[in-house]
């Protein structure tokens, strides 16, 4: 699909930590979204923007996917700690922070593997409104936004609130193709060699990114279950985006300063972070599949 406000990233991905999920046996219903997301009800834009700046009110967002028998099957909210969420609450800031839904057809909810849509906004000018086909393994909860080429990066200036609905209603209406790129993941096997080129290449991203390389990249395709053990691509980029977004490996630590801790890497949980990150990797999985992995810095150059 083509449109006015031009194509995002032609593929992100992004998992949920346990501790952002929100209740997923069952869709989260209107009346339980505002205490989830506090920005869900919020229609007034951070008093910073100035007067070009254009409001996309989430919850009218939502409102018309329900309408298309979408449900919202989890959300998150980036969240501020310390001082700063302070001075943010101090200047009535809190509620237009940038914050995700998750959502998929009503008929799909509950299934072990199903295709998503997500939406990412925000009221402070902290990023455009983006939606993204996306795809769902339920086996790890391990979430993801995957091969959107139909997904939307609306600037918050110069559109109105019914040109947005449409956009969206327009990618919303064409939902089928999460799951062909899986397919052919699963399809492709990888060799030993391959596998070892994945871990290092995806060890170099997290540098590129700006994150500490892990001590040993090949922890990164370890399975930490029997059902993600097999050399498919999808099994090995499952394995290693889970790795990679859940932490607990040890760190590559040989220019540790004095006096400073050896740690295991930590769980990505900032929304911006965690979409780069897997932003890289499915490039990266996408080159694999096609027989030619490109460098780190080709991969994350869009970013």
Request: with cysteine.
């Amino acid at each position: 699909m083509n449109n006015q406000f031009g194509n995002s990233l032609d593929t992100v991905i992004l998992t949920a930590t346990s501790e952002e999920a929100h209740h997923m046996d069952q869709p989260l219903t209107s009346m339980e979204l505002p205490y989830v997301l506090p920005q869900h009800l919020n229609h007034k834009a951070d008093t910073r923007r100035t007067a070009s700046y254009s409001l996309f009110e989430s919850d009218t967002i939502i409102d018309n996917l329900q309408r298309m028998d979408f449900v919202v099957r989890d959300a998150i909210t980036q969240k501020s700690h310390g001082k700063a969420a302070q001075k943010m609450e101090a200047q009535g800031l809190q509620n237009t922070t940038r914050h995700l839904y998750r959502l998929c057809r009503r008929e799909d909810f509950g299934k072990p593997e199903l295709p998503e849509l997500v939406v990412v906004n925000s009221h402070n000018g902290a990023c455009a409104l983006k939606v993204y086909t996306g795809y769902f393994r339920l086996i790890c909860e391990n979430g993801m936004i995957a091969g959107g080429k139909e997904s939307l990066r609306i600037r918050h200036m110069g559109h109105t609130m019914e040109e947005v609905l449409e956009a969206i209603r327009g990618v919303a209406e064409d939902f089928s193709n999460a799951y062909g790129k899986v397919d052919a993941f699963k399809t492709k096997m990888l060799s030993d060699g391959d596998i070892r080129d994945f871990a290092y290449k995806a060890n170099e991203i997290r540098g590129q990114i700006g994150l500490r390389p892990v001590g040993d990249p090949l922890a990164l395709v370890a399975p930490r279950r029997y059902e993600d053990s097999g050399n498919d691509l999808w099994s090995v980029f499952n394995r290693t985006q889970e790795n990679m977004m859940k932490g607990g490996i040890a760190m590559d630590w040989s220019n540790l300063a004095d006096g400073q801790r050896r740690r295991n890497s930590k769980p990505i949980r900032n929304i911006i972070q965690n979409v780069h990150a897997n932003t890289a990797l499915w490039t990266l999985a996408e080159e694999f599949y096609k027989g030619s992995p490109i460098a780190e810095a080709e991969i994350v150059k869009e970013l």
